[in-house]
């Protein structure tokens, strides 16, 4: 049963972040496990090469959808709390303002991809081999994004309105028919990498229409012409929290061409298509977790707004431990079936032999990653850009990018392996004490 705005501040939070969490657990479920045998389909039909290529050309896609994703958390940060204030009018205006930002901002960032495609490319790490067939799926996935960008918009909102089941919906549609498309494009016509592209791109306007209809029939918010003016105060409102998620996405990318050409230049294609995998598998396996985080965003804003600080403090606490809990036995799995997981994707007998490894050590320090995860939502969900901001940057940012460009200089692929771990226990220890912090003062 779909939760109403005003349940987020009354009903009981273990019961409430159940409701909230599953669905986007399962929505999550089914957006990974699409990219997963989207990885599984180029690679065992294709080539290990096209991993390779939809590694280096994913990241540039992402990026730019999420442009949406990041006024959609940042605007739905404020429509919670308007919401929880009982101010019904901010909720439509800035809902109204992150759509007409989203969709000005997503086909601006079409345009100059489709003007610097192959600069774009080797920046992204399209070197050698990589680069015709990541040109190949680059071009018609780039058509897509715009939608995509709508739809990662959309759900959070439809989320923040506190109804995730119909978020969930928005990203089972995609996946099916991504999986569906795929056998039909690669496996009986034969397109290869155009028809992997041109599967992804016709489920990102499937998502994309689903979610219209939503708006449309069964979302609370019904704004009018008004609300889709741009108006300076919301649009900076939206941008300095959404620039919280788009700083991560972008230092996500960062992080992508760093990685890749470092990848590269110390183990040749073959290292790139083995990242290409345990990205895949870091989506997948962590499904609960960032489900966990996607339902907690909500019922924390949303109290915060209505001042109920303890309900916000017990819902920190709660969905610290449940995510643990996951965390630690998607952990034992992947130790255990390492091998036999990278045997799906591959049948490259080299990949085979050093994927696991690699695997296990990027997931070494993962029962305890639920503390960075919810603690930089925390912030965000209060509407605190600035320390969302630089916790959401912890990671990626201040540890794993510095870590990646100095320990492969002396312990060459391996030091790529480790620094994840590292950069995991790290941002851990700096959001647990300013977390801790924040509630001995704040939420009491």
């Known amino acids: 049963m779909a939760v109403s705005s005003k349940e987020l501040g ?13 669905p986007a657990s399962i929505g999550i479920l089914f957006m990974s496990i699409n990219i997963l045998i989207d990885t599984i389909f180029v690679g ?76 774009v490319l080797l920046l992204f790490g399209a070197n050698g081999a990589i680069k015709e067939p990541a040109k190949e799926f680059f071009m018609p996935v780039l058509y897509g994004v715009p939608f995509l960008a709508l739809s990662m918009m959309g759900n959070t909102v439809i989320r923040a309105e506190g109804k995730p089941k119909f978020a969930m919906m928005a990203m089972i549609i995609p996946a099916f028919s991504n999986i569906i498309l795929d056998i039909i494009f690669i496996k009986f016509l034969n397109l290869g990498m155009f028809g992997a592209a041109l599967a992804t791109s016709i489920s990102y306007f499937m998502c994309f229409a689903f979610i219209l209809w939503f708006f449309i029939y069964r979302s609370e918010l019904k704004p009018q012409l008004k609300h889709f003016l741009l108006q300076q105060k919301v649009v900076s409102e939206i941008s300095s929290l959404g620039f919280v998620t788009f700083a991560r996405q972008g230092v ?26 345990i990205s895949r598998m870091l989506m997948f396996a962590l499904f609960p977790i960032l489900g966990v985080t996607q339902g907690f965003l909500p019922i924390a804003g949303y109290n915060y707004g209505a001042k109920l600080y303890t309900r916000v403090s017990e819902s920190i606490t709660t969905s610290i431990k449940w995510a643990a809990f996951l965390a630690t036995i998607i ?29 296990r050590i990027i997931f ?11 603690g930089a939502a925390y912030f965000q969900a209060a509407g605190k850009a600035i320390p969302a901001l630089l916790l959401t940057l912890t990671k ?9 460009l100095v320990l492969p200089n002396y312990y060459g692929i391996f030091g790529v392996w480790i620094s994840f771990p590292i950069a995991d226990v790290l941002a851990t220890l700096v959001t647990a004490f300013f977390l801790r912090r924040e509630m001995k003062r704040e939420l009491v």
């Open 10 to 22: 009354s009903l009981d939070i273990k019961k409430l972040l159940i409701k909230q969490s599953v």
């Open 44 to 119: 065992q039909w294709i080539g290990s090469l096209a991993i390779a290529a939809v590694s280096v050309v994913l990241p540039i896609t992402f990026l730019i959808s999420s442009l949406g994703m990041a006024l959609g958390i940042g605007g739905s940060s404020i429509i919670s709390r308007a919401l929880g204030a009982e101010d019904k009018e901010k909720a439509l205006l800035t809902f109204g303002n992150q759509l007409m930002m989203t969709i000005l901002l997503a086909v601006l960032s079409v345009v100059v991809g489709l003007f610097y495609s192959d600069e």
């Open 252 to 277: 996500v990318a960062i992080l992508s061409i760093i990685l890749n050409h470092t990848l590269f230049t110390h183990g040749g294609e073959d290292s790139v298509a083995i990242y290409g995998i």
């Open 331 to 359: 952990f034992v799995v992947i130790l255990v079936f390492a091998s036999s997981i990278v045997t799906i994707f591959t049948t490259d007998a080299k990949i085979i032999a050093e994927t696991p490894n690699a695997l």
């Open 364 to 374: 070494a320090a993962s029962p305890i990653i639920a503390i960075q995860l919810i």
């Open 396 to 404: 990626q940012g201040f540890f794993l990018i510095p870590l990646v």
